[in-house]
T-cell receptor, first 109, second 115 residues
Framework: RKEVEQDPGPFNVPEGATVAFNCTYSNSASQSFFWYRQDCRKEPKLLMS???SGNEDGRFTAQLNRASQYISLLIRDSKLSDSATYLCVVNAGFQKLVFGTGTRLLVSP | DTGVSQDPRHKITKRGQNVTFRCDPI?????LYWYRQTLGQGPEFLTY????????KSRLLSDRFSAERPKGSFSTLEIQRTEQGDSAMYLC?????????????FGDGTRLSIL
């Protein structure tokens, strides 16, 4: 079983739609969680950290469920520019990040 | 530009050659990481430095790979006797602080192609 699992997609949604991605992780000792965004042939860029209480940044909302070991990302009012791969990332200690394979989002006009 | 910078952006070489990549982290960041990413996969951790000390190495880092950060600033990653399976994007990241919650900031990467 992979340490971090994501549905690879692609998720095809129209502009303005709400879309949600889920991610599960296997290491219950994981201590910090992130969503990164990666555009084609570019480096990953931090989208947001994920906190137990849930957090929101504009149209983006992240949730963490430690009991079930899953993380979610909700994108409201999708824009064309949101088209990218969204990487679920877990820091399980010793400073290394463990990445999921990413979920690809395609927003169409 | 005050972000993480990597050099070169692209490297094409023949199998069996040695290659060296350089990473300059964000100046105040004391932690530096190397990752490798192949098509359709997320980045995979290779190694990590805190200042000049290499504190962890992945099992992915075979004997042909060596990384250094001699003065706790820039880092180099060398691959000796390259193989076709080494073709990938090599990403460097840096972060600041002592806690686990510090996010890592990535450079543009070096794309390695082995002929």
């Amino acid at each position: 079983r992979k340490e971090v699992e994501q549905d690879p997609g692609p998720f095809n949604v129209p502009e303005g739609a709400t879309v949600a991605f889920n991610c599960t992780y296997s290491n219950s000792a994981s201590q910090s969680f992130f969503w990164y965004r990666q555009d084609c042939r570019k480096e990953p860029k931090l989208l947001m950290s994920v906190y137990s209480s849930g957090n929101e940044d504009g149209r983006f909302t992240a949730q963490l469920n430690r009991a079930s070991q899953y993380i979610s990302l909700l994108i409201r009012d999708s824009k064309l520019s949101d088209s990218a791969t969204y990487l679920c990332v877990v820091n399980a200690g010793f400073q290394k990040l463990v990445f999921g394979t990413g979920t690809r989002l395609l927003v169409s006009p | 530009d005050t972000g993480v910078s990597q050099d070169p952006r692209h490297k094409i070489t023949k199998r069996g050659q040695n290659v060296t990549f350089r990473c300059d982290p964000i100046s105040e960041h004391n932690r530096l990481y190397w990752y490798r990413q192949t098509l359709g996969q997320g980045p995979e951790f290779l190694t990590y430095f805190q200042n000049e000390a290499q504190l962890e190495k992945s099992r992915l880092l075979s004997d042909r790979f060596s990384a250094e950060r001699p003065k706790g600033s820039f880092s180099t990653l060398e691959i000796q006797r390259t193989e076709q399976g080494d073709s990938a994007m090599y990403l460097c990241a840096s972060s600041l602080g002592q806690g686990l919650g510090q996010p890592q900031h990535f450079g543009d990467g070096t794309r390695l192609s082995i002929l």
